[in-house]
């Protein structure tokens, strides 16, 4: 029996497809070179840099998550577009909405996630990156409500819709069917 049981932690993925996993790792990693860019631009366009945003990158950890998602499980319900991009939208807001009830930052952080999740899945957006998001959210949004909603909107609302956009292309180059409608 404790054999049994050990082999249960072993892989439970089949060995991959080596051109397979190699498409699925370019395209993350192109996905999220074409985010980062339009983001720039688009804070560049808009005057971001008077409010200090373009200062840092603004992609953010729990989007290479999701591009793990979008480029290599790509027909899962978790990495279509929907899940992405709201998903990830909803935790940023209560996040930062969590933020604004001045509990202390262990608090905020178990409340962020927890409302996050309870509201992915009550709009059917379950998205695993978007816990990240939330906490991301809590650790890294500008403390200002009105800037805390200019890096909600064009760090997590355009960055996961432009990764999205260029996950569409690249699997369509590659003859694949992305976003997948049931």
Not at 143 to 149: C, I, P, R, S, T
Not at 151 to 165: D, E, R
């Amino acid at each position: 029996m404790p054999r049994l049981t050990l082999r249960a932690f072993g892989p439970a993925q089949p060995y991959p497809d080596t051109a397979q996993s190699l498409r699925a790792a370019f395209g993350a990693m192109a996905g999220l070179l074409f985010t980062q860019a339009m983001l720039w631009g688009l804070g560049w366009l808009v005057g971001l840099t008077d409010l200090g945003l373009l200062t840092h990158p603004l992609l953010m950890a729990p989007l290479g998550a999701s591009a793990v998602l979008i480029y290599a499980v790509p027909s899962s319900p978790l990495a279509q577009p929907w899940s992405v991009v709201v998903g990830n939208t909803l935790a940023a807001l209560f996040a930062l909405l969590a933020l604004r009830l001045g509990l202390p930052p262990v608090a905020t952080l178990g409340l962020a996630v927890f409302a996050s999740l309870a509201l992915m899945a009550w709009a059917r957006c379950l998205h695993p990156p978007g816990g990240a998001v939330a906490l991301a959210t809590v650790l890294a949004a500008p403390a200002d409500w009105h800037a805390g909603l200019i890096w909600l909107v064009l760090t997590v609302f355009a960055g996961s819709t432009l990764l999205v956009a260029f996950g569409v292309g690249f699997h369509s180059a590659f003859g694949r069917a992305y976003p997948n409608q049931p």
